[in-house]
Nanobody, 117 residues
Framework: QVQLVESGGGLVQPGGSLRLSCAAS????????MGWYRQAPGKQRELVAH???????NYVDSVKGRFTISRDNAKNTVYLQMNSLKPEDTAVYYCHADEHYGLGEYWGKGTLVTVSS
């Protein structure tokens, strides 16, 4: 069993920055990829970024060049550095992790990011 706890959400002005953190605990040794999804008001959930334990990353096109995902494997913590934030980035951001060999999938409870002046 794996637990994911997000932190770092809040209110930020357009053009500002915010860093989200997600700490995994429990049976963490089998985790492969960790990443972030988001769901904006009135829209469907989308994958924002993910990173494997080996360092491979990908991003949704709308955040490329603005967001950076990083991972501290020793701490089983993944971060999302969000720069040049736009109102369209407003969403609940969910941490996600999956295990090697498709053994499991885990979600955090979400943290709200609001980009508004």
């Amino acid at each position: 069993q794996v637990q994911l706890v997000e932190s770092g959400g809040g209110l930020v002005q357009p053009g500002g920055s915010l860093r989200l953190s997600c700490a995994a605990s429990g049976s963490i040794f089998s985790i492969n990829a960790m990443g972030w999804y988001r769901q904006a008001p009135g829209k469907q959930r989308e994958l924002v970024a993910h990173r494997t334990s080996g360092g491979s990353t990908n991003y949704v096109d709308s955040v490329k060049g603005r967001f950076t995902i990083s991972r501290d494997n020793a701490k089983n913590t993944v971060y999302l550095q969000m720069n040049s934030l736009k109102p369209e980035d407003t969403a609940v951001y969910y941490c996600h992790a999956d295990e090697h060999y498709g053994l499991g999938e885990y979600w955090g409870k979400g943290t709200l990011v609001t980009v508004s002046s």
